[in-house]
């Protein structure tokens, strides 16, 4: 299975900052160590051509020269650095190589970091500079209508499962009819202003895993009445564990394990490639927050190594 990164571009962050930088590296050590089927490449930066499929020009130019105000870069919660710009193009870079791995035979691949899913067209917010998955999604439409001139638009859904609402990615895509968006988030947790997703399931403060899996069942099986993607991007979020300090919910690891298999079947049943990424995760415990990600690579491996067997039949 192929897994890219961006972890070399670390961001210098003061002091006592919140955001969890170092989780990257060490998935991406652990994964090495403990995972070596997962094959790891570090991701390619995002063109501005790429980025302004989704994001306007005036914004890519004030990340890239530093010109972004105070108030946006407060928003954003990063102060600007050349770093900032080129680990937010190698994120959305990273997310269209495993949707290109996935398209391309693979069935299932991954993003290390990405699900930068509060990110709009015209500004970032929420440690999220530009929008990995709306770029991957414009692209792959775009690379797809390329390659099948007379065929109908390219639909791919959006899995979001971030302990917080997809704001940014709803509101890009509204009223698109060939992207569905479909978010499972805190009813009470940031964005205190949430966008109309396809499908939001909003959870109570202190939710279960069984509240949660049947929420996600019934969200599934929504999904799978209104629209027919032939691509679907996973942000499979660390933070609804009940050891995250922004989570606001009690999902255990066999919780989020059961989450992730649920996603990873209900597309496999359906025969459906899917690029996923991390989003977020910001345990107390930073081994917590790594271990619920871990969990996550290994049940994809699983997927990834049905297809495989799959595409071994078919050449028999």
Not at 81 to 106: F, K, W
Request: neutral net charge; hydrophobic residues 40%.
């Amino acid at each position: 299975m192929r897994a890219f990164y961006a972890d070399s571009f670390v961001l210098p962050l003061p002091d006592g900052h919140r955001f969890p930088m170092a989780k990257y590296g060490r998935l991406r050590a652990r994964l090495g160590e403990e995972v070596p089927a997962i094959r790891l490449g570090q991701a390619e930066a995002a063109t501005e051509g790429e980025l302004a499929l989704v994001h306007s020009p005036a914004y890519i130019a004030a990340i890239a020269q530093g010109s972004l105000s105070a108030a946006a870069q407060r928003e954003i919660g990063f102060p600007w650095s050349a770093a900032m710009n080129e680990r937010a193009r190698r994120s959305v870079g990273a997310t269209v190589q495993a949707c290109r791995a996935a398209l391309g035979g693979e069935g299932i691949a991954a993003n290390l970091a990405g699900g930068t899913h509060h990110a709009y067209a015209d500004k970032g917010s929420g440690f999220c500079v530009f929008n990995d998955a709306a770029v991957a999604a414009r692209l792959m439409q775009a690379e797809h209508a390329r390659s099948h001139r007379l065929r109908e638009p390219f639909r791919v859904a959006v899995i979001d499962l971030d302990v917080h609402q997809g704001n940014g990615t709803a509101h890009i895509f509204a009223n698109d009819p060939t992207v569905f968006t479909l978010s499972m988030h805190g009813a009470r947790n940031f964005p205190f202003r949430k966008e109309p997703s396809d499908l939001d399931v909003e959870l109570p403060d202190g939710c279960g895993d069984n509240e949660y899996l049947e929420a996600l069942d019934n969200a599934l099986d929504a999904l799978s009445h209104r629209f027919e993607p032939e691509l679907i991007l996973y942000l499979a979020g660390a933070d609804p564990h009940e050891g995250d300090r922004l989570g606001r919910l009690k999902l255990t690891y066999d919780g989020l394990e059961a989450r992730d298999r649920r996603v990873m079947d209900w597309a496999w049943q359906r025969r459906i490639p899917m690029a996923f990424s991390m989003a977020g995760g910001y345990g107390t415990d930073l081994e917590a927050t790594v271990q619920v990600q871990m969990n996550t690579y290994r049940v994809a491996l699983e997927y990834h190594r049905r297809w495989a067997r799959a595409a071994v039949k078919r050449g028999t």
